[in-house]
């Protein structure tokens, strides 16, 4: 469901902020063992995995159903995928994919591929996820159009501008 409204599209980011967001949070933690409650760790990895699947899907997928557009976001789709999309996530950010698999299969759907040992949450190659992913959303910061962004975002723009020497938007 692309849209043009500006409004709609602001409010969305901040969708899309929350999961960055709740990633970089959960992704501090100790590899997960700030606990020694099995069920709380296994809460945080799992919400982990799924915040990373989602910022995946987002970034490298087709959309399914009402799925939030990269294209509603970025200036040119097309120049877009020809980095970001599956074959890409496969090749280029392996840590990255496999979390989105691990997730798939050992969080959001019951399946019989499901390996438990590897799937707990201290077995996720945390750094290497939060390195890949790190890349895919500068990547993504380049590409953004900005006034598209909530201004929950601005904060992430101007460390990205202040690198970069760009002006920071106009409110």
Same mark, same amino acid.
């Given at each position: 469901?692309?849209?043009?409204?500006?409004?709609?599209?602001?409010?969305?980011?901040?969708?899309?902020?929350?999961?960055?967001?709740?990633?970089?949070?959960?992704?501090?933690?100790?590899?997960?063992?700030?606990?020694?409650?099995?069920?709380?760790?296994?809460?945080?990895?799992?919400?982990?995995?799924?915040?990373?699947?989602?910022?995946?899907?987002?970034?490298?997928?087709?959309?399914?159903?009402?799925?939030?557009?990269?294209?509603?976001?970025?200036? $040119? /789709?097309?120049?877009? @995928?020809?980095? +970001? !999309?599956?074959?890409?996530?496969? %090749?280029?950010?392996?840590?990255?994919?496999?979390?989105?698999?691990?997730?798939?299969?050992?969080?959001?759907?019951?399946?019989?591929?499901?390996?438990?040992?590897?799937?707990?949450?201290?077995?996720?190659?945390?750094?290497?996820?939060?390195?890949?992913?790190?890349?895919?959303?500068?990547?993504?910061?380049?590409?953004?159009?900005?006034?598209?962004?909530?201004?929950?975002?601005? $904060? /992430?723009?101007?460390? @990205?501008?202040? +690198? !970069?020497?760009?002006?920071?938007? %106009?409110?």
């Amino acid at each position: 469901m692309a849209t043009n409204d500006l409004g709609q599209l602001k409010d969305k980011s901040e969708r899309l902020w929350y999961h960055i967001e709740m990633y970089r949070e959960l992704a501090k933690r100790p590899r997960f063992e700030s606990t020694e409650d099995k069920f709380i760790r296994n809460a945080i990895a799992e919400s982990f995995a799924i915040n990373v699947r989602a910022l995946a899907a987002f970034f490298f997928l087709d959309p399914k159903g009402d799925d939030l557009l990269i294209k509603d976001f970025v200036r $040119d /789709e097309v120049e877009w @995928r020809k980095d +970001h !999309d599956l074959n890409t996530l496969i %090749k280029d950010y392996p840590a990255l994919d496999d979390a989105r698999e691990r997730a798939n299969k050992g969080v959001a759907h019951i399946t019989y591929n499901l390996n438990r040992p590897k799937h707990l949450g201290k077995e996720y190659p945390v750094d290497d996820i939060s390195n890949d992913l790190e890349k895919v959303i500068e990547a993504f910061l380049e590409h953004v159009v900005e006034d598209r962004l909530a201004e929950c975002w601005d $904060d /992430e723009l101007k460390k @990205r501008n202040q +690198h !970069d020497r760009k002006p920071v938007r %106009k409110s």
